[in-house]
């Protein structure tokens, strides 16, 4: 991936995840100036998702640039996905900056300024396809900065023996209790709600009921957390009043992070939590500022994902054309 000292562009792309990617190979194809800015490497969100994860989408679901995606089976693994980006990137050589931390932008009459952890760049057009992985969904308790709580998984084996709270109801909460519990973790899984969210999905539903049924994952409905001690969870519910643990993981979802769209003047929807754009042009409302993938999708990111994630970045760059 190229480095340069170069810091102005026709096009700044902040983001390198499929959607990113997607808008870059778009650009390069029509010989735009362009650059994409990344606080990690090549698809790091999908890096960091849980080790042993499959996506439910097929290959050819996930693959942009019309480069084929070949995997061993017949969901992609997340290291297969990785790799696939990452080599996609690297054939289309595409101008991705690494290790930048996007941390401002501002509008101004030749563009867009765009402050970083290592400095300054400047583009007459932007796109903002950082997805909403780095942003935790609030949850205000106390003790929820303790070192053994958790907002992120990756792999079970270093909690076998451990007494586990799972704090959740959707996929990323019931996929972590299952996983840790066939890695010899004593799982708790804690919910607010009477059932789990009727999103969770179809095939691992089961799995989870059937190990709630034998015992093996002891689940509290409409139970919630109001305090967390290093060693002991307080909460109120049907529980009682305290839950011992070792390790805490609070899997309650994501949503994007707007400060810096908001810095620049992108209006923000409420209820959505989403950047106001047009759903044909991407293009915020401010003039020249554009959002790409699950972004544009606010609280509702199981909306917007690679699958249509994806096309983003031919209807971006064909309304820039068209200006």
């Excluded at 009727?198 to 409409?222: C, H, M, S, T």
């Amino acid at each position: 991936m190229p480095k340069t000292e170069k810091s102005t562009y026709s096009l700044v792309i902040v983001g390198a995840g499929p959607a990113g990617l997607a808008c870059a190979i778009e650009a390069s194809k029509a010989g735009l100036d362009y650059c994409v800015l990344d606080q990690g490497s090549v698809a790091d969100a999908i890096r960091r998702f849980p080790v042993q994860m499959t996506f439910f989408s097929t290959p050819e679901l996930l693959q942009i640039g019309n480069i084929p995606f070949i995997t061993a089976g017949f969901r992609p693994s997340r290291s297969e996905a990785v790799r696939y980006y990452q080599g996609v990137s690297d054939s289309f050589a595409l101008k991705v900056i690494p290790n930048l931390r996007m941390t401002g932008m501002e509008k101004t009459p030749a563009g867009f300024r765009i402050a970083t952890s290592a400095g300054h760049f400047t583009g007459s057009r932007v796109v903002v396809a950082t997805g909403y992985f780095d942003s935790p969904c609030p949850f205000p308790v106390p003790g929820a900065d303790l070192p053994n709580v958790h907002r992120y998984y990756d792999e079970g084996f270093r909690f076998a023996g451990q007494r586990v709270v799972v704090v959740g109801g959707k996929n990323s909460a019931v996929e972590t209790a299952l996983d840790l519990y066939r890695h010899g973790a004593k799982v708790t899984l804690i919910h607010r709600g009477e059932t789990l969210s009727e999103g969770v999905k179809y095939w691992i539903l089961p799995d989870l009921e059937n190990r709630i049924k034998a015992g093996e994952i002891r689940a509290l409905f409409q139970t919630c957390v109001w305090r967390i001690r290093p060693d002991v969870l307080e909460v109120e519910g049907s529980a009682g009043a305290e839950i011992p643990f070792d390790s805490l993981f609070i899997m309650i979802g994501y949503r994007p992070e707007t400060t810096v769209l908001e810095q620049a003047g992108v209006n923000v929807n409420p209820d959505t939590l989403g950047p106001v754009h047009d759903p044909v042009t991407m293009e915020t409302n401010v003039g020249g500022l554009y959002v790409a993938g699950s972004l544009a999708a606010g609280k509702f990111n199981n909306k917007i994902f690679i699958e249509n994630g994806r096309h983003h970045g031919a209807a971006i760059v064909s309304a820039i054309l068209k200006k």
